[in-house]
């Protein structure tokens, strides 16, 4: 089986004028090296590079590019060749290191040729990184700060792009036309700053424009690795695999964000009905929570008293993430004592209130369906109820390791007259705090290689070895407060069960690319955890298994 996001087209769009032969360079003597590292997480990646070089109107060459060439995936499998007879890699090389930096009269240069360049190249792959490099911003007063009354010489074109083209034109073709994942921009001084934030507003996504400051062009390379592995990592929890995953990349219907929390007093309060899981996490046991899956058993629900009455923001505060929007709310129901609303306890009754993004091509009856609202539900619970036993395993076993939980997840229904079907489904949380928001890992092997941390690496290698391989519990995110973590949103790969744990099980062969990633740490061997033969071993990465049987891997009888 092949993950079809398990792969990158990576272009570089650098600078081509005098001041930037250093970075040039850069690119050259490291991208081999940025692909094993990003190969480190994914071992899977199909990577294909290209090459933008762009200088100013009047320059002897004002643009220089080479097209996608596919890197081989190691020194000894170099069967990624052009057309030509040379690898990929090699072509790569060879045409960066012929790149001489020149050119460029005044201070601002002609960037808009550049990405025009870059959306013409041939994109392909399921995920699409722009990584611009430059030390000067676009001509025209709109994109940077000079003084081009004080000194001319700073920007000939103050008014604009001599040939009259529209950046929110130049944008939308690689944003929508060429459908880039992520533009990434790599600050080599403070005078591209004006530039950057201005394609914020003009792109139509701000969050489709990443940027970073370099205090010096050897941090290039490390940069590159961690926004090459976010790329991959943000399309892989709803990646497609062939003949095995329920949905793909789709462009979603895009809702205005508001970052601020609202002003509750002034927001109106909205009736709804919830429920939970029947059992309390501990009485519910693993045990029997396993047998419950395996059996194909729904998990038992009850109404959730304590939730009748909420106030919900009109807009989400974030669109990060892949599957849903997050909106803030407070839980508004009259305290079940005095019969008061609980507006002195409401700092105490935070909530987030999830919807699923909804893809282009679908509408809001097909994808605002209570089953997949219960099956999120579902999903989370089954991580908690795991991580409960993960904890005390730990304990008795007297392993150094953090605590772990899932916030409760409780389904809701807004109940009141007059508001469509398709309206009236969300789940709900109490919000995270404490901490930053990480993501520490995804469904499908990626690693955050600065924030992961060994429980968490052990937490999912333990449920698929406490479960005999029927499940893995991934995609790991959220807070890291008080020495323990707090998560939500996990996947759960169920290989037996395709048709629950929402789009995000991968099953087996979700679990084969964690263990692609993952080795072992002291968690793991404090818990008795075997390896699993997918991996790495001493550094190096075994070869080609192809399938793995859970019983034999787990046969109780083998050491």
């Known amino acids: 089986m092949v993950l079809l996001s398990q792969e990158l087209d990576l272009a570089f769009v650098v600078d081509g004028t005098g001041s930037m032969q250093k970075s040039i360079d850069t690119v050259r003597k490291e991208v081999n090296s940025i692909a094993r590292a990003v190969r480190d997480r994914f071992p899977a990646l199909c990577l294909r590079v290209a090459f933008v070089c762009y200088r100013d109107y009047n320059d002897a060459a004002p643009i220089t590019s080479l097209d996608f060439v596919e890197f081989p995936r190691s020194a000894s499998a170099r069967s990624?060749?052009?057309?030509?007879?040379?690898?990929g890699d090699r072509v790569f090389q060879d045409f960066v290191a012929g790149i001489k930096a020149d050119g460029g009269d005044d201070d601002a240069e002609d960037v808009f040729s550049g990405l025009e360049a870059a959306a013409a190249l041939s994109w392909r792959s399921a995920n699409r990184l722009l990584v611009h490099i430059a030390d000067a911003p676009m001509h025209g007063q709109r994109y940077h700060t000079f003084d081009c009354t004080a000194n001319p010489k700073r920007d000939a074109?103050?008014?604009g792009d001599k040939n009259g083209r529209s950046g929110a034109d130049i944008l939308d073709r690689l944003r929508r036309g060429a459908c880039v994942t992520k533009y990434y921009f790599a600050h080599l001084n403070s005078c591209t700053q004006k530039m950057i934030d201005t394609f914020r507003e003009e792109c139509g996504d701000p969050d489709w424009i990443q940027s970073d400051t370099l205090s010096n062009v050897s941090q290039l390379p490390e940069l590159i690795v961690e926004v090459c592995s976010s790329t991959v990592a943000g399309t892989l929890a709803t990646a497609p695999v062939r003949g095995l995953g329920r949905s793909g990349r789709r462009e979603v219907i895009r809702l205005p964000i508001s970052r601020l929390v609202p002003d509750w007093t002034k927001e109106r309060e909205v009736p709804v009905s919830a429920q939970k899981v029947g059992l309390p996490i501990g009485i519910y046991s693993a045990a029997r929570l396993l047998s419950d899956v395996r059996a194909g058993k729904p998990l038992p629900l009850v109404p959730n008293s304590d939730i009748r009455t909420i106030k919900i923001a009109a807009q989400p505060f974030a669109s990060d993430g892949?599957?849903?929007?997050?909106f803030y709310a407070v839980n508004a129901t009259p305290s079940a004592s005095t019969g008061s609303p609980r507006s002195q306890q409401q700092q105490q009754q935070q909530l987030v209130m999830k919807r699923f993004k909804?893809?282009?091509?679908?509408?809001?009856?097909?994808?605002?369906?209570r089953e997949r609202y219960l099956e999120q539900m579902e999903t989370q619970v089954v991580a908690e109820v795991l991580a409960a036993e993960f904890n005390t395993q730990a304990r008795l076993k007297n392993v150094q390791a953090k605590e772990i939980s899932f916030v409760p997840v409780s389904l809701l229904r807004v109940t009141e007259s007059?508001?469509?079907?398709?309206?009236?489904?969300?789940t709900a949380e109490p919000l995270l705090q404490g901490g930053a928001f990480t993501r520490f890992s995804n469904n499908a092997g990626y690693v955050n290689a600065n924030d992961y941390r060994a429980t968490l690496q052990a937490f999912t290698h333990w449920t698929h070895q406490f479960s005999d391989g029927v499940l893995m519990v991934t995609d790991l995110q959220g807070v890291l407060a008080d020495g323990r973590f707090v998560l939500t949103d996990p996947a759960v790969h169920c290989g037996e069960h395709l048709d629950r744990f929402t789009s995000t099980n991968l099953g087996e062969e979700g679990a084969k690319l964690f263990f692609q990633t993952h080795e072992c740490n002291g968690v793991c061997k404090g818990l008795g955890l075997r390896p699993h033969p997918l991996q790495p071993s001493g550094g190096h990465r075994l070869g080609m298994v192809t399938s793995v049987g859970a019983d034999r891997y787990y046969d109780k009888a083998s050491p």
């Open 80 to 87: 990624s060749v052009t057309a030509g007879g040379q690898e």
């Open 157 to 159: 074109y103050p008014e």
């Open 322 to 326: 892949v599957t849903r929007w997050p």
């Open 358 to 369: 909804r893809p282009s091509c679908k509408t809001e009856v097909q994808v605002h369906r």
């Open 418 to 426: 007059g508001c469509p079907e398709e309206k009236r489904w969300f």
